[in-house]
């Protein structure tokens, strides 16, 4: 293996700066008396942090030694409380503020969410997790299904109350240059008072891509707000996301990187891919506003003589919109259709000049709901809560053509619309009050609409008990669900594809659990589904459904080991499928992170160690660009092929950076390194990320 390090001496040059710039700012702090701040392993993470906020505590020590008469004004703690809205808007689950090291040099958003996955290889580009426990239950919109860590819902947005505005800046960078990639995110947040606080959140992905036409372009901006009173609250966010990515279709034969001695190519974009003008580019537009009205009075009794006040119920309005905007466009198909050799698609319906499909799909969705707290039910000791929630959905997508084109003209384009309505009623129970034992379970009917008869039946719990000396907690959570495919999954034209199917509901039963002991750092978890017509992608890219029923299960086991300053985090997933053909699974994965762990100068704290990616083979889903969705086939097996890479952690008071070697063993122990069919992982590659925290 040699590797040309020429490429990457550019970056190397940024690297050394940058370096020489933390060991000077670590040699000044060294030299200066340092603010009273708790240092905890792994990122400076307080206990206070751990319940939800995070407290820092920083003192300006060029005033420490001014002598002027009078009082000195006193220093304002920043303190941060976030959370996210559960239970369509009902639950306030408050999390941390993210400060830890550890895992920050994991990049790409598809190996955060699941370590066996199927991806493009270039980072925002579409992919889709290959674990039993993360595969989806139902779509949103089909054609953003697989771009789920890019288009969030809004259980996943983030609120914020601060005592001090906060900033968070973060950048990334990837060698070489004329390939480069690029990550930008920017968060602020400030209160307005200590009861109604505004925000903002910016993300920007840019990649060239490593192989020629891969560029993506990913923006996402959310304006965000809330004001919590006594009696009334109100949550609302506007969001803008849009995806444009070139989609070449993969490589031409994955030949040219199992054996490139046998081609003359200097650099992996000169490799022969599929389309070059082709792309898909998505805009979506959110508004969400969630308002609640606290109910009546109770006081009860906490701890030892405390007494609060809390209402008896909470009256709760959500409003959703939901508007998306998709294009599919190849400037001209005269370039790829050729009498020698087959074209790529098919099937070309509408225009044999280009393709152009265009789509519009709409969501309005209004929830009412009625949630009782524990406390207003003293006899049977459990909340309750009630909802109904309508949703208008309208679809905008082509039509065939009335005047047809020529071979050197385009048609006259038509659309079609359409227009459904649906109605849910619900209701849950919980407890959720109690360090022993908690639970609930919950129902979903739809009584009205195209999904009349679509059901979803969960429950879950969670105790903790006593394991020698240690405590073990256990967690247990299961669901029944007949859901309808969805409208695009059932009926959709465009250039390439046409289908009119009427599926039946999709049954699921889905049942989970875990055990986990925090104090040993291990946890064991499992989850199994039987699924009766099953919905997938055909060998060729069309959507079907099995008649057969699917068994699938899946186990996995993280421990974490140290040894002194050494740390060592692994996750091994193990995954059986009744049939592999229509869920293709990887049997076994796992990923690996081994490392040293040190404190430097009593200031920089750091991590120098190696992350292993592996997955044993399997029929890796391939990828269809006009659709944007994976589709099973059977061509040849991916997989069994280790990703390594080196990577420096490194946090520096509220700065956390990160510089590693991606992909470091490339062609070792073979050229195999492909993600799906004729979807090659990125080459090796150098790459840096600045994360750093703003408390004024």
């Known amino acids: 293996m040699v590797v040309d390090f020429s490429i990457y001496l550019p970056c190397m040059r940024s690297l050394l700066i940058l370096i020489s710039y933390i060991l000077v700012s670590v040699f000044t702090l060294n030299a200066q008396i340092m603010p009273d701040r708790e240092y905890v392993p792994g990122g400076g993470r307080t206990p206070a942090q751990q319940e939800g906020h995070t407290d820092d505590h920083h003192h300006d020590h060029d005033h420490d030694h001014d002598h002027s008469s009078g009082p000195r004004p006193q220093a304002v703690e920043h303190k941060i409380t976030n959370w996210f809205l559960k239970d369509l808007g009902t639950v306030k689950d408050t999390v941390p503020i993210d400060t830890l090291s550890q895992g920050f040099q994991i990049h790409n958003p598809a190996n955060r969410a699941a370590i066996a996955n199927v991806q493009l290889g270039n980072i925002g580009a579409p992919w889709q997790p290959a674990m039993v426990s993360k595969m989806p239950l139902y779509s949103r919109f089909l054609f953003a299904d697989n771009l789920r860590s890019f ?334 495919p969805g409208f695009f999954e059932s009926r959709y034209t465009s250039n390439h594809f046409i289908w009119d199917e009427r599926f039946d509901q999709v049954k699921t039963l889905r049942l989970g659990g875990a055990v986990k002991i925090p104090t040993r750092k291990f946890e064991l978890s499992a989850e199994t589904r039987l699924i009766n017509d099953y919905f997938y992608w055909d060998q060729n890219a069309m959507p079907t459904q099995s008649g057969s029923f699917l068994r699938a299960i899946e186990f996995r086991l993280f421990k974490h080991f140290n040894l002194g300053n050494f740390h060592n985090h692994n996750t091994i997933l193990y995954q059986l499928t009744s049939n592999s053909e229509l869920m293709p699974l990887p049997e076994w994965s796992l990923y690996s992170s081994l490392y040293y762990q040190n404190t430097l100068f009593d200031v920089l704290f750091v991590q120098l160690g190696f992350d292993l990616r592996y997955n044993t083979r399997w029929y890796s889903p391939a990828y269809m660009p006009a659709t944007g969705q994976f589709y099973a086939q059977r061509q040849r097996k991916t997989g069994d092929y280790p990703y390594v890479d080196l990577f420096l952690n490194m946090q520096l008071k509220r700065a956390r950076i990160f510089i590693k070697m991606d992909h470091i063993n490339q062609g070792y122990p073979s050229n195999d390194y492909f993600h799906t069919l004729n979807y090659p992982a990125n080459p090796r590659a150098i790459r840096f990320g600045l994360s750093w925290n703003f408390y004024d």
Request: net charge negative; aromatic share 16%; hydrophobic share 30%.
């Open 151 to 484: 288009f969030t819902e809004p259980e996943e947005w983030r609120y914020y109350n601060t005592r001090t505005p906060y900033t968070n800046l973060y950048y990334q960078y990837a060698a070489p240059k004329r390939r480069s990639e690029e990550v930008v995110g920017v968060l602020f947040t400030q209160n307005v008072n200590k009861r109604w606080n505004v925000g903002f959140d910016y993300q920007l992905i840019s990649s060239i891509g490593r192989y020629e036409a891969q560029q993506v372009e990913n923006r996402h901006f959310r304006f965000f707000s809330s004001y919590n009173g006594q009696r009334y609250q109100v949550h609302g966010s506007y969001v803008y996301n849009k995806t444009d990515q070139l989609e070449n279709a993969g490589i031409e034969d994955d030949d040219y990187v199992l054996n490139p001695q046998r081609y003359d190519y200097d650099e992996k974009e000169n490799i022969p891919i599929r389309f070059y003008d082709a792309s898909n580019r998505i805009d979506n537009h959110q508004i969400y506003v969630n308002q609640a009205l606290n109910i009546g009075n109770i006081t009860v009794s906490r701890r030892e003589g405390e007494r609060v006040e809390l209402p008896v119920g909470t009256a709760i309005h959500t409003f959703h919109l939901d508007r998306n905007r998709r294009k599919h466009r190849i400037e001209n198909l005269r370039n790829y259709l050729s009498p020698n050799e087959p074209f790529f698609y098919d099937n070309i319906y509408i225009d044999t000049t280009k393709t152009r499909d265009y789509l519009y799909y709409t969501s309005i969705k209004n929830t009412f709901q009625l949630r009782f707290n524990e406390e207003a039910n003293p006899l049977l000791q459990f909340g309750l809560r009630a909802f109904i929630t309508n949703e208008v959905e309208q679809f905008t997508f082509p039509a065939m053509p009335e005047v047809e084109g020529t071979f050197t003209t385009s048609p006259e384009y038509l659309s079609e619309e359409e227009q459904l309505t649906s109605t849910l009623i619900g209701g849950q129970i919980f407890k959720n009050l109690g360090e022993s034992f908690r639970w609930n379970a919950g129902m979903r009917l739809y009584f009205q609409g195209y999904r009349t008869g679509d059901t979803e039946i969960t429950g879950a719990m969670n105790s903790h008990f006593r394991l020698a000396n240690d405590t073990a907690g256990i967690y247990a959570d299961g669901g029944l669900y007949l859901v309808s």
